[in-house]
């Protein structure tokens, strides 16, 4: 672009800040060629404002550094689900027992990797899988983190009644199932695939809140073997991301059951709703 700055002393003429204002306008951020907005510096001689803010538009697709992130948050949930579920139920090791040789794979697995592929998620615009792998890898890091010796987590819950540290791990799985079951409404319209893993999920938790008031073994062990479901489940859910036509034979069946209502905008395009 070439600009001629004005004379010393002749001061800059009216057809001068017009010719810069026309060639602004055809070198605007939103038709630099199909190229990323520019972002031009203060008119520098005087008289005229700075051009005007531009905004700061997400790229494409096409153009974004990440890849999709939903499988690891997927696995790495799914593979610490069905272990956790499994000691829970008394699968092998009995009622209750094994459940600290998780502390490494809830904070590292379950907890790290997961909350780092919800926000990878929101890079990537998506908001629901964003806010559900963070949520749940948070959750999974506490969890992890409690049983660490030195923390005084368990060291607190000790000194406290049996009856009163039972309650209170039901009221926790009550709220976070709140939580789940507004994840499962914001899935009635996904693959079936999608629905089952959250209404397992919500299976687990609820019946884990009410076999925490209860002290009914029966009931959290029912809860267990909904949450072994529910992590086999997400791990489906992975492989289906995973093996595609593009590297394995078919695409994973997942049963798209809802087909969306073609809508028109205000310029008579159609589009899906």
């Known amino acids: 672009m070439d600009i001629t700055q004005p004379s010393a002393g002749a001061g800059a003429t009216a057809t001068d800040h017009g010719s810069f204002t026309e060639q602004k306008s055809q070198m605007s951020p939103l ?3 199909g190229g990323p907005p520019v972002n031009y510096p203060a008119y520098p001689y005087g008289g005229e404002p700075a051009p ?6 997400a790229p494409p697709v096409q153009f974004r550094r990440f890849g999709n992130a939903a499988a690891l948050g997927l696995i790495t949930f799914g593979i610490c689900t069905v272990q956790q579920s499994m000691m829970d139920a008394g699968m092998s090791v009995g009622y209750g027992h ?4 998780m502390t490494a794979q ?3 697995v379950a907890g790290i990797a997961q909350f780092a592929a919800g926000l990878w998620q929101i890079a990537n615009g998506d908001t629901f899988e964003g806010a559900a792998f963070t949520s749940f890898g948070a959750a999974w890091f506490a969890k992890g983190l409690a049983q660490v010796p030195g923390v005084g987590v368990e060291a607190y819950q000790n000194n406290e009644s049996p009856d009163l540290v039972r309650k209170q791990k039901g009221l926790i799985a009550l709220t976070w199932g709140f939580w789940v079951t507004i994840l499962l409404l914001g899935n009635v319209k996904s693959h079936v695939a999608n629905i089952v893993l959250f209404a397992t999920l919500n299976l687990e938790i609820y019946f884990e809140c009410a076999g925490a008031w209860t002290g009914d073994e029966r009931i959290t062990k029912t809860g267990a073997w909904f949450g072994f ?7 489906y859910n992975a492989a289906a991301i995973l093996l595609n036509e593009e590297n394995f034979w078919f695409n994973l069946p997942v049963g798209n059951w809802y087909t969306p209502t073609p809508l028109r905008d205000e310029e008579g395009d159609l589009y899906e709703e």
């Open 31 to 33: 038709n630099n060629g």
């Open 52 to 57: 005007q803010e531009i905004r700061i538009i």
């Open 98 to 101: 094994g459940t600290r040789s």
């Open 106 to 108: 809830s904070i590292s």
């Open 229 to 235: 479901f529910c992590g086999l489940s997400a791990m």
